[in-house]
Nanobody
């Protein structure tokens, strides 16, 4: 059993900052890529940022220069530092990870957190 639990969402004024965290727990053998997605009301879920197990990150154009993704592999945790927030960043943010479990070490399976709400007021 594997769980991803996000934290750090909330209400912030435009121009402000938030830091999201996502901790993976359970019968984890290893974690490949980790990432953050978001879904705004009435819109499809979209990739925000993605980081490999080597630490290489990539970002959606809409957040480049404002958001930074990082991970602590020892803690099975991924972070998203969000600066210069805009009202259009308002969404539920979901954590995603490709995880190899102790029982299935060969194939990495996609896991999702339940999401954390970020609201940016103008």
């Amino acid at each position: 059993q594997v769980q991803l639990v996000e934290s750090g969402g909330g209400l912030v004024q435009a121009g402000g900052s938030l830091r999201l965290s996502c901790a993976a727990s359970g019968s984890i053998f290893s974690i490949d890529a980790m990432g953050w997605y978001r879904q705004a009301p009435g819109k499809q879920r979209e990739l925000v940022a993605h980081i490999t197990n080597g630490g290489n990150g990539n970002y959606a154009d809409s957040v480049k220069g404002r958001f930074t993704i990082s991970r602590d592999s020892a803690k099975n945790t991924v972070y998203l530092q969000m600066n210069s927030l805009k009202p259009e960043d308002t969404a539920v943010y979901y954590c995603n990870a490709d995880i190899r479990t102790v029982r299935n070490r060969i194939i990495a399976v996609d896991y999702w957190g339940k999401g954390t709400l970020v609201t940016v007021s103008s």
